[in-house]
Protein backbone atom coordinates (compact mmCIF):
# COMPACT_ATOMS: atom_id res chain seq x y z
CA UNK A 1 0.00 0.00 0.00
CA UNK A 2 1.52 3.42 -0.96
CA UNK A 3 2.30 5.96 1.60
CA UNK A 4 -0.35 8.46 0.87
CA UNK A 5 -3.14 6.27 1.56
CA UNK A 6 -1.90 5.13 4.40
CA UNK A 7 -2.41 9.09 5.59
CA UNK A 8 -5.85 9.38 3.92
CA UNK A 9 -7.47 9.10 7.19
CA UNK A 10 -5.14 11.36 9.99
CA UNK A 11 -6.98 13.76 11.17
CA UNK A 12 -4.66 16.53 10.58
CA UNK A 13 -3.73 15.74 7.12
CA UNK A 14 -3.72 17.52 3.49
CA UNK A 15 -6.49 19.24 4.29
CA UNK A 16 -5.32 21.47 6.58
CA UNK A 17 -3.32 22.64 3.79
CA UNK A 18 -6.04 23.43 1.13
CA UNK A 19 -6.17 19.99 -0.36
CA UNK A 20 -9.56 19.07 -1.78
CA UNK A 21 -11.64 16.73 -4.25
CA UNK A 22 -10.08 19.21 -6.99
CA UNK A 23 -6.62 18.33 -5.98
CA UNK A 24 -7.69 14.83 -5.38
CA UNK A 25 -8.78 14.44 -8.67
CA UNK A 26 -5.55 15.98 -10.18
CA UNK A 27 -3.50 13.57 -8.01
CA UNK A 28 -5.22 10.43 -10.02
CA UNK A 29 -2.92 7.55 -9.31
CA UNK A 30 0.71 7.98 -8.22
CA UNK A 31 1.86 5.17 -6.80
CA UNK A 32 4.78 5.07 -4.57
CA UNK A 33 4.23 9.51 -4.55
CA UNK A 34 2.65 11.61 -1.66
CA UNK A 35 1.46 15.20 -2.63
CA UNK A 36 2.80 17.79 -0.72
CA UNK A 37 2.61 21.85 -0.18
CA UNK A 38 5.34 23.40 -0.93
CA UNK A 39 5.53 26.13 2.41
CA UNK A 40 9.10 27.61 1.71
CA UNK A 41 11.27 28.57 -1.53
CA UNK A 42 14.73 29.53 -0.34
CA UNK A 43 17.38 28.93 -2.95
CA UNK A 44 17.23 25.53 -5.45
CA UNK A 45 15.73 23.73 -1.82
CA UNK A 46 12.74 23.96 -0.96
CA UNK A 47 10.56 23.32 2.20
CA UNK A 48 7.17 21.05 1.78
CA UNK A 49 4.48 19.58 3.97
CA UNK A 50 2.58 16.40 2.99
CA UNK A 51 0.09 16.47 5.96
CA UNK A 52 2.24 14.70 8.81
CA UNK A 53 5.34 16.33 8.33
CA UNK A 54 7.73 19.22 7.10
CA UNK A 55 10.87 18.25 5.12
CA UNK A 56 13.48 19.09 2.39
CA UNK A 57 12.90 18.73 -1.02
CA UNK A 58 14.73 19.50 -3.99
CA UNK A 59 13.08 19.89 -7.71
CA UNK A 60 14.60 16.62 -9.40
CA UNK A 61 16.61 17.09 -12.62
CA UNK A 62 14.22 15.82 -15.41
CA UNK A 63 11.68 18.23 -13.63
CA UNK A 64 14.69 21.05 -14.17
CA UNK A 65 15.56 19.85 -17.55
CA UNK A 66 11.70 19.60 -18.71
CA UNK A 67 10.88 23.14 -17.36
CA UNK A 68 10.77 26.16 -19.93
CA UNK A 69 11.23 28.38 -17.81
CA UNK A 70 12.24 29.00 -14.03
CA UNK A 71 8.14 29.63 -13.80
CA UNK A 72 7.53 26.31 -14.33
CA UNK A 73 9.85 25.54 -11.17
CA UNK A 74 7.98 24.58 -8.04
CA UNK A 75 7.09 27.87 -5.72
CA UNK A 76 5.39 28.44 -2.60
CA UNK A 77 1.68 27.47 -2.75
CA UNK A 78 2.78 24.79 -5.42
CA UNK A 79 0.97 21.16 -4.60
CA UNK A 80 3.76 18.54 -5.90
CA UNK A 81 4.43 15.26 -5.94
CA UNK A 82 7.09 13.83 -3.73
CA UNK A 83 9.46 11.30 -3.64
CA UNK A 84 10.22 11.01 0.33
CA UNK A 85 13.97 10.57 0.87
CA UNK A 86 15.25 10.08 -3.13
CA UNK A 87 17.10 13.38 -3.47
CA UNK A 88 19.69 12.54 -1.30
CA UNK A 89 21.76 14.25 0.84
CA UNK A 90 20.96 17.43 1.92
CA UNK A 91 22.26 20.36 4.14
CA UNK A 92 23.37 18.66 8.05
CA UNK A 93 22.92 15.28 6.07
CA UNK A 94 19.03 15.87 6.30
CA UNK A 95 17.69 13.44 3.63
CA UNK A 96 15.96 15.39 0.74
CA UNK A 97 12.68 14.55 -1.38
CA UNK A 98 12.58 14.21 -4.51
CA UNK A 99 10.04 16.48 -6.25
CA UNK A 100 8.68 14.66 -9.67
CA UNK A 101 6.07 16.93 -10.71
CA UNK A 102 3.88 20.02 -10.13
CA UNK A 103 0.24 19.63 -10.16
CA UNK A 104 -1.62 22.02 -12.75
CA UNK A 105 -1.86 25.45 -10.72
CA UNK A 106 -5.40 27.20 -10.56
CA UNK A 107 -3.93 30.08 -10.56
CA UNK A 108 -0.61 32.20 -9.74
CA UNK A 109 1.02 35.43 -8.95
CA UNK A 110 3.54 36.75 -11.31
CA UNK A 111 5.90 39.60 -12.11
CA UNK A 112 8.18 40.46 -14.55
CA UNK A 113 11.98 39.66 -12.85
CA UNK A 114 13.59 42.94 -12.71
CA UNK A 115 16.42 43.13 -15.35
CA UNK A 116 17.33 43.63 -19.05
CA UNK A 117 15.62 40.34 -20.61
CA UNK A 118 11.88 39.46 -19.92
CA UNK A 119 11.92 36.86 -17.38
CA UNK A 120 8.41 35.33 -15.49
CA UNK A 121 9.15 35.43 -11.55
CA UNK A 122 6.00 33.38 -9.87
CA UNK A 123 5.80 34.82 -6.08
CA UNK A 124 2.84 32.38 -5.03
CA UNK A 125 0.85 29.80 -6.25
CA UNK A 126 -2.91 28.73 -5.88
CA UNK A 127 -4.16 31.62 -3.99
CA UNK A 128 -7.87 32.17 -2.84
CA UNK A 129 -7.67 35.65 -1.69
CA UNK A 130 -4.90 38.27 -1.64
CA UNK A 131 -4.86 41.18 1.29
CA UNK A 132 -3.29 44.49 -1.20
CA UNK A 133 -2.08 46.33 1.97
CA UNK A 134 -0.76 49.39 1.49
CA UNK A 135 0.13 52.23 4.68
CA UNK A 136 -2.00 55.22 4.94
CA UNK A 137 1.06 57.13 5.66
CA UNK A 138 3.38 59.34 3.59
CA UNK A 139 4.26 55.86 1.17
CA UNK A 140 0.71 55.79 0.25
CA UNK A 141 0.49 56.24 -3.48
CA UNK A 142 -3.06 55.08 -5.34
CA UNK A 143 -0.75 54.34 -8.95
CA UNK A 144 0.96 51.44 -7.25
CA UNK A 145 -2.82 50.48 -5.93
CA UNK A 146 -3.72 50.13 -9.40
CA UNK A 147 -0.58 47.79 -10.31
CA UNK A 148 -1.12 45.64 -7.55
CA UNK A 149 -5.27 45.50 -8.63
CA UNK A 150 -3.61 44.63 -11.47
CA UNK A 151 -1.78 41.35 -10.57
CA UNK A 152 -4.39 40.46 -8.68
CA UNK A 153 -7.34 40.18 -11.05
CA UNK A 154 -4.51 38.52 -13.30
CA UNK A 155 -4.05 35.67 -10.38
CA UNK A 156 -7.45 34.51 -10.23
CA UNK A 157 -7.55 35.07 -6.64
CA UNK A 158 -10.20 37.60 -5.11
CA UNK A 159 -8.71 41.11 -4.56
CA UNK A 160 -8.91 42.63 -0.86
CA UNK A 161 -7.52 46.16 -0.09
CA UNK A 162 -5.98 46.81 3.40
CA UNK A 163 -5.62 50.27 4.61
CA UNK A 164 -3.08 50.26 7.34
CA UNK A 165 -1.27 52.67 9.41
CA UNK A 166 -5.08 54.73 10.28
CA UNK A 167 -3.78 56.11 13.15
CA UNK A 168 -0.69 57.91 10.90
CA UNK A 169 -3.46 59.29 8.48
CA UNK A 170 -4.23 63.03 8.32
CA UNK A 171 -8.51 62.02 6.71
CA UNK A 172 -8.85 58.21 6.54
CA UNK A 173 -12.19 59.16 4.65
CA UNK A 174 -10.56 60.36 1.66
CA UNK A 175 -7.94 58.53 1.53
CA UNK A 176 -10.84 55.69 1.30
CA UNK A 177 -12.42 57.85 -1.06
CA UNK A 178 -9.77 57.64 -3.61
CA UNK A 179 -9.21 53.62 -3.27
CA UNK A 180 -12.75 53.28 -3.63
CA UNK A 181 -12.63 55.56 -7.46
CA UNK A 182 -9.74 53.27 -8.11
CA UNK A 183 -11.74 49.82 -7.18
CA UNK A 184 -14.85 51.40 -8.79
CA UNK A 185 -13.34 50.46 -11.90
CA UNK A 186 -13.33 47.00 -11.54
CA UNK A 187 -15.71 44.31 -12.06
CA UNK A 188 -18.63 44.29 -9.85
CA UNK A 189 -16.98 48.00 -8.56
CA UNK A 190 -18.05 47.78 -4.79
CA UNK A 191 -17.16 44.04 -4.87
CA UNK A 192 -13.54 44.83 -3.73
CA UNK A 193 -13.49 44.80 -0.08
CA UNK A 194 -11.84 47.79 1.23
CA UNK A 195 -10.32 47.73 5.07
CA UNK A 196 -9.30 50.05 7.49
CA UNK A 197 -6.28 48.52 9.87
CA UNK A 198 -4.07 49.85 12.50
CA UNK A 199 -2.30 46.83 12.95
CA UNK A 200 0.14 48.66 15.80
CA UNK A 201 -3.01 48.59 18.50
CA UNK A 202 -4.11 45.48 20.19
CA UNK A 203 -6.63 43.92 18.07
CA UNK A 204 -6.21 46.08 15.11
CA UNK A 205 -6.29 43.08 13.03
CA UNK A 206 -10.25 41.98 13.64
CA UNK A 207 -11.11 43.66 9.63
CA UNK A 208 -9.95 40.94 7.88
CA UNK A 209 -10.83 37.59 10.59
CA UNK A 210 -14.13 37.24 8.14
CA UNK A 211 -11.63 36.29 5.04
CA UNK A 212 -9.83 34.02 7.45
CA UNK A 213 -11.81 30.33 6.16
CA UNK A 214 -10.57 27.18 6.69
CA UNK A 215 -8.88 25.91 3.68
CA UNK A 216 -8.29 29.27 1.98
CA UNK A 217 -5.03 30.55 1.35
CA UNK A 218 -4.50 34.17 1.68
CA UNK A 219 -1.53 36.12 0.08
CA UNK A 220 -0.16 39.04 1.50
CA UNK A 221 1.00 41.50 -1.18
CA UNK A 222 2.33 45.07 -0.83
CA UNK A 223 5.56 47.51 -0.88
CA UNK A 224 8.27 47.29 2.39
CA UNK A 225 6.67 48.71 5.32
CA UNK A 226 3.33 48.54 4.76
CA UNK A 227 2.42 45.94 7.49
CA UNK A 228 2.47 42.51 6.06
CA UNK A 229 4.79 41.08 8.58
CA UNK A 230 3.11 42.77 11.14
CA UNK A 231 -0.47 41.21 10.05
CA UNK A 232 0.92 37.92 9.86
CA UNK A 233 2.40 37.79 13.70
CA UNK A 234 -1.17 39.50 14.38
CA UNK A 235 -3.01 36.69 13.23
CA UNK A 236 -0.45 34.18 14.44
CA UNK A 237 -0.53 35.48 17.28
CA UNK A 238 3.21 35.75 18.01
CA UNK A 239 6.02 37.28 16.63
CA UNK A 240 7.19 34.84 14.35
CA UNK A 241 8.21 36.96 11.51
CA UNK A 242 10.96 40.21 11.96
CA UNK A 243 9.43 43.27 11.34
CA UNK A 244 11.10 47.32 11.04
CA UNK A 245 10.23 50.12 11.52
CA UNK A 246 10.04 52.72 8.43
CA UNK A 247 12.36 55.88 6.89
CA UNK A 248 10.51 58.97 8.90
CA UNK A 249 10.90 61.02 5.37
CA UNK A 250 9.08 58.98 3.28
CA UNK A 251 7.62 56.21 5.52
CA UNK A 252 9.01 53.34 2.89
CA UNK A 253 9.96 50.39 4.50
CA UNK A 254 13.31 48.49 5.05
CA UNK A 255 13.15 44.57 3.24
CA UNK A 256 12.34 42.40 6.61
CA UNK A 257 11.19 40.06 4.76
CA UNK A 258 13.28 38.61 2.12
CA UNK A 259 11.72 34.99 0.86
CA UNK A 260 7.85 33.75 0.35
CA UNK A 261 6.43 31.45 2.82
CA UNK A 262 3.41 29.97 3.67
CA UNK A 263 2.14 29.53 7.76
CA UNK A 264 -0.87 27.87 8.90
CA UNK A 265 -2.65 29.91 11.17
CA UNK A 266 -4.98 29.24 13.85
CA UNK A 267 -8.27 29.14 12.73
CA UNK A 268 -7.40 27.24 9.91
CA UNK A 269 -6.52 29.42 7.15
CA UNK A 270 -3.19 29.74 5.07
CA UNK A 271 -1.36 32.75 4.81
CA UNK A 272 1.77 33.27 2.54
CA UNK A 273 3.87 36.23 2.94
CA UNK A 274 5.93 38.02 0.57
CA UNK A 275 8.75 39.93 0.04
CA UNK A 276 8.31 43.40 -0.06
CA UNK A 277 8.04 44.94 -3.67
CA UNK A 278 9.09 48.20 -4.56
CA UNK A 279 8.71 47.03 -8.11
CA UNK A 280 6.33 45.02 -9.11
CA UNK A 281 6.83 45.25 -13.11
CA UNK A 282 3.57 43.24 -14.84
CA UNK A 283 4.00 39.75 -16.41
CA UNK A 284 1.28 38.30 -19.25
CA UNK A 285 -1.09 40.21 -17.39
CA UNK A 286 -3.91 41.79 -19.92
CA UNK A 287 -7.02 40.36 -18.21
CA UNK A 288 -5.95 42.32 -15.13
CA UNK A 289 -4.89 45.65 -16.80
CA UNK A 290 -9.06 44.77 -18.86
CA UNK A 291 -10.17 44.11 -14.84
CA UNK A 292 -9.04 47.10 -13.22
CA UNK A 293 -9.02 49.38 -15.72
CA UNK A 294 -12.69 48.23 -16.76
CA UNK A 295 -14.71 51.41 -16.96
CA UNK A 296 -11.71 52.48 -19.20
CA UNK A 297 -12.00 49.63 -21.51
CA UNK A 298 -15.32 50.34 -22.13
CA UNK A 299 -15.03 53.92 -22.68
CA UNK A 300 -12.62 52.74 -25.31
CA UNK A 301 -14.45 50.31 -26.71
CA UNK A 302 -16.96 53.48 -27.84
CA UNK A 303 -14.20 54.93 -30.18
CA UNK A 304 -15.01 55.26 -33.62
CA UNK A 305 -11.81 53.96 -34.51
CA UNK A 306 -10.83 49.85 -33.29
CA UNK A 307 -7.09 51.08 -33.20
CA UNK A 308 -8.02 54.72 -31.58
CA UNK A 309 -5.00 55.77 -29.85
CA UNK A 310 -6.81 58.74 -27.86
CA UNK A 311 -5.20 61.53 -29.12
CA UNK A 312 -6.51 63.25 -32.31
CA UNK A 313 -8.73 60.98 -33.39
CA UNK A 314 -12.66 61.99 -34.20
CA UNK A 315 -14.82 60.51 -31.94
CA UNK A 316 -12.73 59.53 -29.57
CA UNK A 317 -14.60 58.45 -26.35
CA UNK A 318 -11.95 58.27 -24.01
CA UNK A 319 -10.56 62.18 -25.34
CA UNK A 320 -14.28 62.97 -24.51
CA UNK A 321 -14.87 61.68 -21.10
CA UNK A 322 -10.94 63.03 -20.25
CA UNK A 323 -12.09 66.92 -20.99
CA UNK A 324 -15.52 66.36 -19.36
CA UNK A 325 -14.16 65.80 -16.35
CA UNK A 326 -15.37 61.89 -16.12
CA UNK A 327 -12.10 60.55 -16.67
CA UNK A 328 -9.21 61.31 -14.42
CA UNK A 329 -5.87 62.01 -16.62
CA UNK A 330 -4.14 60.56 -13.55
CA UNK A 331 -6.05 57.16 -14.47
CA UNK A 332 -5.81 57.05 -17.95
CA UNK A 333 -2.24 57.88 -17.60
CA UNK A 334 -1.68 55.05 -15.52
CA UNK A 335 -3.53 52.65 -17.69
CA UNK A 336 -1.38 53.50 -20.66
CA UNK A 337 1.97 52.81 -18.39
CA UNK A 338 1.00 49.43 -17.88
CA UNK A 339 -0.54 48.98 -21.15
CA UNK A 340 2.96 49.74 -22.80
CA UNK A 341 4.74 47.58 -20.21
CA UNK A 342 3.06 45.06 -21.36
CA UNK A 343 3.67 45.20 -24.59
CA UNK A 344 7.54 45.66 -24.20
CA UNK A 345 7.27 42.58 -22.02
CA UNK A 346 5.24 40.55 -25.02
CA UNK A 347 7.82 42.20 -27.61
CA UNK A 348 10.83 40.82 -25.78
CA UNK A 349 9.40 37.43 -25.20
CA UNK A 350 9.14 37.29 -28.84
CA UNK A 351 6.00 34.78 -30.89
CA UNK A 352 5.76 31.59 -28.72
CA UNK A 353 6.49 32.83 -25.62
CA UNK A 354 3.61 33.46 -23.75
CA UNK A 355 0.62 35.19 -25.32
CA UNK A 356 3.00 37.38 -27.78
CA UNK A 357 1.83 39.26 -30.54
CA UNK A 358 0.90 42.71 -31.19
CA UNK A 359 0.03 45.45 -28.82
CA UNK A 360 -3.07 45.60 -27.53
CA UNK A 361 -5.58 48.64 -28.31
CA UNK A 362 -5.37 51.80 -26.72
Known sequence: MCRWKLRVSLPDGLSA???DAQWAQLWGDRLGLVPARVVLEHGR??????????SLAIARG???????SGADMP??????ALAPGAGGDGPGGEKLGSIQAVLPRRGRFSRRRAGVRAVEQVVAANVDVVFLIM???????PRRLE??????????ARPVVVMNKADLAVDVEVRRAEVATICAGAPGGVGVPILTTNLRQEGGHEAVMPFMTAGATIALLGSSGVGKSTLLNRLLGGDVQRTAGVREHDSRGRHTTTFAQLFRLPGGALAIDTPGMRELQLWEADE???ATFSDIEELAAACRFRDCRHRDEPACAVRAALEEGRLDRARFASWGKLDRELADTRGQRGPGKGRGGPPRRR
Do not use: C, I, M
Not at 75 to 80: K, S
Not at 135 to 141: A, K, R
Not at 147 to 156: C, E, I, K, Q
Open 147 to 156: RYLTVAFASG
Open 135 to 141: GLDLDFN
Open 62 to 68: KLRHQAD
Open 45 to 54: FLRVHDGVAE
Open 17 to 19: FGW
Open 288 to 290: GVD
Open 75 to 80: TVGDWV
